[in-house]
């Protein structure tokens, strides 16, 4: 479908704003797992203030590293080891997360941090694990490099301020951050299937319909404490 309104003679200068548009809504859809993860990884921290700026730093280190990612991405693609480490790094994520004790004040489990140096890195190396993902499948959609750049961009810049939403709404809802580690665990467990066997693969559909479902179970229970 995509490829026939690009081959279209009526899409005279609309091929480029379209597929911007594409990879601009891709980025957003893939990135509600992510936003999830690092709002996570980010209430480790003491303090909004201190919260705030994990996020600004580390999206700001893991827009340098996604670059690169863009930049690299197909010699990357050729090493399926790269996809095996960041499998490995998602599910250590998830099993760190449900294998840890809650911190019965703020009701958080995972990780937690005494500095905001610890926490920087956490999160630009999770955002890059998560791109492995979704540059891969961006590439696919197009082979012009300065629209998955400007894609890539506006995808880091919207994951900054969905990832402080999740901050708060992590608070509000007892299901959501179970819920966005499991979609964590899923885009994981799609990486080591790519590795070891690209054919086995689920479509992109099937993975999103999955990861909607498992987000309205998340949004599902308002939790009765208050808020911060």
Same mark, same amino acid.
């Given at each position: 479908?995509? =490829?026939?309104?690009?081959?279209?003679?009526? !899409?005279?200068g609309?091929?480029?704003?379209?597929? +911007?548009?594409?990879?601009?809504?891709?980025?957003?859809? &893939?990135?509600? @797992?992510?936003a999830?993860?690092?709002?996570?990884? /980010?209430?480790?921290?003491?303090g909004?203030?201190?919260?705030?700026?994990? +996020?600004?730093?580390?999206?700001? *280190? /893991?827009?340098?590293l996604r670059?690169?990612?863009?930049?690299?991405?197909?010699?990357?693609?050729k090493?399926?080891?790269?996809?095996?480490l960041?499998? *490995?790094?998602?599910?250590w +994520?998830?099993?760190?997360?449900?294998?840890? =004790?809650? =911190?019965?004040?703020?009701?958080?489990?995972?990780? !937690?941090?005494t500095s905001?140096?610890?926490? %920087?890195?956490?999160?630009?190396?999770? @955002?890059?694990?998560?791109?492995? =993902?979704?540059? #891969?499948?961006a %590439?696919?959609?197009? @082979?012009?490099?300065?629209?998955?750049?400007?894609?890539?961009?506006?995808?880091?810049? #919207?994951?900054r301020?969905?990832?402080?939403?999740?901050?708060?709404?992590?608070?509000?809802?007892?299901?959501?951050? @179970?819920?966005?580690?499991?979609?964590?665990?899923?885009?994981? &467990?799609? &990486? &080591?299937?790519?590795? +070891? !066997?690209?054919e086995?693969?689920?479509?992109?559909?099937?993975?999103?319909?999955? %990861?909607?479902l498992?987000?309205?179970?998340?949004?599902?229970k308002?939790?009765?404490?208050?808020?911060?």
């Open positions: 479908m995509l =490829d026939q309104v690009l081959n279209s003679p009526f !899409n005279i609309i091929e480029a704003p379209l597929v +911007l548009l594409i990879l601009v809504a891709l980025e957003a859809v &893939l990135s509600a @797992d992510n999830i993860a690092l709002a996570a990884i /980010a209430r480790g921290l003491e909004s203030q201190l919260q705030r700026r994990a +996020l600004n730093f580390g999206l700001a *280190a /893991a827009y340098v670059i690169t990612l863009i930049l690299t991405a197909t010699w990357v693609v090493f399926w080891q790269f996809e095996l960041g499998a *490995a790094y998602l599910l +994520l998830v099993f760190e997360y449900f294998t840890s =004790d809650e =911190d019965e004040q703020h009701h958080h489990h995972g990780l !937690n941090f905001l140096w610890q926490a %920087i890195p956490m999160i630009a190396v999770t @955002d890059l694990a998560f791109s492995l =993902d979704s540059v #891969t499948t %590439i696919a959609i197009s @082979d012009e490099i300065w629209l998955v750049l400007a894609g890539g961009t506006i995808g880091v810049i #919207t994951l301020f969905m990832a402080e939403l999740f901050i708060r709404w992590l608070q509000e809802y007892l299901h959501l951050e @179970d819920a966005g580690y499991i979609t964590v665990g899923l885009i994981g &467990l799609r &990486l &080591l299937v790519r590795a +070891l !066997n690209p086995l693969v689920p479509p992109e559909w099937s993975m999103i319909a999955i %990861i909607a498992v987000f309205v179970w998340g949004f599902s308002r939790s009765e404490l208050p808020h911060e």
